[in-house]
Every structure is written in structure tokens, then in C-alpha cells.
């Protein structure tokens, strides 16, 4: 099965025109896009962008042999042109299967927000799921994992974790980013973004042959995360696995009876996340790094260390001197051969130290000191490694 993508872009385009914003400053070129629509083998057209014959035409493709067009979703972009010859745009019912002339078969995908998902398989048998803008299925989809699934990763990531839970989309799922609009980050920092879900973007015209093979992004199983404060890293850290299902979000910051201040940063925290996720408040690691499961997102080591710091007697200087330096050290050590081991997919975040302050105190500095000691350790151990600066991730492995 042949695909040829004649947009990518949001209903609106990249750039939507009179907006001023960085990205769509920036989309130029191959990160210019139309509007989404999708030929397949030169016979089906899955909605429609502005000027399509000549968005064909440009792909080095005709609409001429399409003997069907659907649409997936109210379009509220610019105007569309329908050419003469094109049959009528129609949206299929819910659960409705189509037997085209061409030999295909397209099944459409009830979904959670108004519009359809399409389900599409070629006669020798490849298959492909493309959903709409905000679009994510509502109810059962197939076990068996697609050849290739198109959707809003960026605006329903969440949409893409379904997908995985339901054993629809494997690691040989090719996912391509569409609907792509001006809240998606400039530049490279896009296809950055996509990777670490699982999923990339191609530009307008490009022609995709479905289920054969393709370099499918590469996932981390272990990611540190560093950053100052406010700087963004917790976010960065949600947003990595925010595609995946049943994440067990490790808290090892605890609760502060009295602290209002703490109650409300705890409480943005898990506001933030998606409400599939499920919390464990503790700093015992280790053996939720040994055991099998679910991703693990742990938030942070700076607070894990506090305790086991805590735990050892650091703060006094007879007793650090006496076998709490060992003794932390041996925790460390542990973190950081069960982190080695782990089988699991791990994204950690810690605090970035020092910059050059030198803490006025004994404690701070010996503080500082364990920090960076630990986020050496535990980077070394990282496939990716990224540092979070004004909410811009810079990586570094």
C-alpha cells in the first residue's frame, strides 16, 4: 500500500497566515505544511487540503484515479476546492465497513471528539489507522498492531498510549505525526520531541510504502533528566512517557503536614499528569527497579538523596566521619546497580548543582557534593541524558 501524505499540517496550515509566533515563523520550507490529507495507492483520498490536485501533482502524484474521498472530521480551516471529477466527500458511520473498487477495505473508528477514525487494509493485507485532529478511539480497537498509525501525537499524546495499551501500536508501528499545528516547538526540538514518543514527521508530498520496513525511533529505556529550579525538567520528564499507558509515577518527595506551600506544588503536579498514571510515594527504589512493570517515572533524585542522606546521620560531622560517608555511599551504589539492571523503562529527574556557588555551610556543600556525585552515576547508566534550561531541552547524550 502506497501513502502519499499531500499535507500534514493542522485544518488551519503551518503557518496559519497573520500569526506572528515563533513557530510559525519559522515553517518554512520542509516545515511548511497544508492541511492533512492522505492518497493511498492513488485510488482513496482521506480528507482533503486546500488545492489538491496541484498538492498531488507536486508529490509527483494525480487524484485523477481516486475513486473515493472521505472525510474525517468538521473542517474548519480554509476553504477547500473540490475538482472537477473528484466523487462527493463523505463521512462513514461509525463501525460502517467500505469494500472499495480498488480492493480495499475501510472501516471507520468511532472516537472520542466529533469526527472518525479510518481503518484502512490493502488487498495484499497491510494496515493502516488514521485519526483525525483531537481525535482519540473511543472503544475497542484491534489487538493485532497496525503497519502504520497517523495521528495528533503532539495534541493527544494520550490517544497514542491508548493505542499501546490496546496492543495496536508494537515497536514496529511506524507513527507519523500529523495535524501538525503552531503549538508544536520549532525546528529540530519537533522531531526531538517525537522520537522520544515513539513516533517522527515527514514533510508535505513524501511517499510512504506501508508495512515496509523503517527505522522506527529508538526508545530510551533509561532517561535522566536535569535542571534547575522552574526550569521545566518535570515537565520534560511527564511529556517522554505521556504516550505510554499504566505510568507509575514515583513521588519521593512525600507529604509535609502543615506546608500549604508543599500541598499546592504536589497537587500542580498531579493535575499535570494524564489520569491513566498511578502514584507511589516513597524513596525505596531499588525494588521497584528490580521488579517488572509498568514505565516508571521518578521524580526526584535531589529529594532521594535528602533522605537517604537524612537516614545515614550526613547532617552531623562526627557522624559522617564515623560511616555515614560509606553508608551513602553503598546506597548510591545500590540506586545505581539496580538502575544497570533494571528491565524497565525509567525516566528520572534530578537537579542540576553547583554553576560555581560554594553553600556557606559544611552540610550544603557536602550536599552539593553527593548530588552531582549521584546525577554522574546515574547518567552514566542513561542511554539519554538531557539538561533543561528555560524549558528548552538540551541533550547531551
Not at 69 to 92: I, K, N
Amino acid at each position: 500500500m502506497e501513502l502519499t501524505l499531500l499535507g500534514t499540517g493542522a485544518p488551519d496550515g503551518l503557518p496559519r497566515p497573520d500569526c506572528p509566533c515563533a513557530s510559525c515563523a519559522t515553517a518554512v520550507g520542509d516545515d511548511a505544511r497544508a492541511a492533512t490529507a492522505l492518497l493511498v495507492d492513488g485510488a482513496l483520498l482521506l480528507d482533503l487540503t486546500p488545492g489538491p490536485a496541484f498538492a498531488a501533482a507536486r508529490a509527483g502524484r494525480s487524484i485523477a484515479g481516486v475513486r473515493q474521498v472521505l472525510l474525517s472530521h468538521p473542517h474548519d480551516g480554509p476553504s477547500v476546492e473540490f475538482p472537477a471529477g473528484l466523487p462527493a466527500p463523505v463521512r462513514v458511520p461509525d463501525g460502517r465497513e467500505l469494500s472499495l473498487i480498488s480492493g480495499h477495505r475501510v472501516r471507520a473508528v468511532a472516537l472520542d471528539s466529533p469526527g472518525t477514525g479510518y481503518e484502512v487494509t490493502a488487498p495484499e493485507g497491510e494496515r493502516l489507522l488514521y485519526l483525525p485532529p483531537g481525535g482519540a478511539p473511543a472503544g475497542p480497537v484491534g489487538a493485532k498492531p497496525y503497519d502504520m498509525v497517523l495521528l495528533d501525537v503532539v495534541g493527544r499524546p494520550d490517544a497514542l498510549a491508548r493505542l499501546r495499551g490496546a496492543g495496536a501500536v508494537a515497536a514496529t508501528t511506524d507513527v507519523l505525526a500529523v495535524h501538525l499545528d503552531h503549538d508544536v516547538p520549532p525546528g529540530r526540538e519537533l522531531h526531538r520531541r517525537l522520537a522520544a514518543a515513539g513516533a517522527r514527521a515527514v514533510p508535505d508530498g513524501t511517499t510512504l510504502v506501508v508495512g515496509d520496513y523503517h527505522a522506527v525511533p529508538d526508545l530510551p529505556r533509561r532517561t535522566l533528566v536535569l535542571g534547575g529550579a522552574r526550569s521545566g525538567k518535570s515537565v520534560e520528564a511527564e511529556r517522554r512517557l505521556e504516550s505510554f499507558p499504566d505510568v507509575l509515577y514515583v513521588a519521593t518527595g512525600g507529604t509535609r503536614e502543615g506546608d500549604a506551600d508543599w500541598a499546592a506544588r504536589v497537587a500542580l503536579h498531579r493535575e499535570r499528569r494524564p489520569g491513566s498514571w498511578r502514584t507511589a510515594e516513597t524513596c525505596d527504589l531499588v525494588p521497584l527497579l528490580t521488579a517488572d512493570g509498568p514505565p516508571l517515572l521518578i521524580d526526584c533524585l535531589s529529594l532521594w538523596l535528602t533522605d537517604a542522606m537524612d537516614s545515614v546521620g550526613a547532617w552531623d560531622d562526627a557522624t559522617w566521619s564515623n560511616g555515614g560517608s560509606s553508608a551513602l555511599a553503598d546506597r548510591v551504589d545500590a540506586l545505581v546497580a539496580a538502575l544497570r539492571a533494571t528491565s524497565r523503562t525509567v525516566v528520572t529527574v534530578s537537579n542540576e548543582v553547583g554553576s560555581g556557588v560554594v553553600p556557606a555551610t559544611s552540610s550544603g556543600r557536602r550536599f552539593r557534593d553527593a548530588l552531582g556525585r549521584l546525577n554522574t552515576a546515574v547518567a552514566g547508566e542513561c542511554e539519554h541524558v538531557v539538561l533543561v534550561v528555560a524549558g528548552q531541552a538540551l541533550p547531551l547524550r
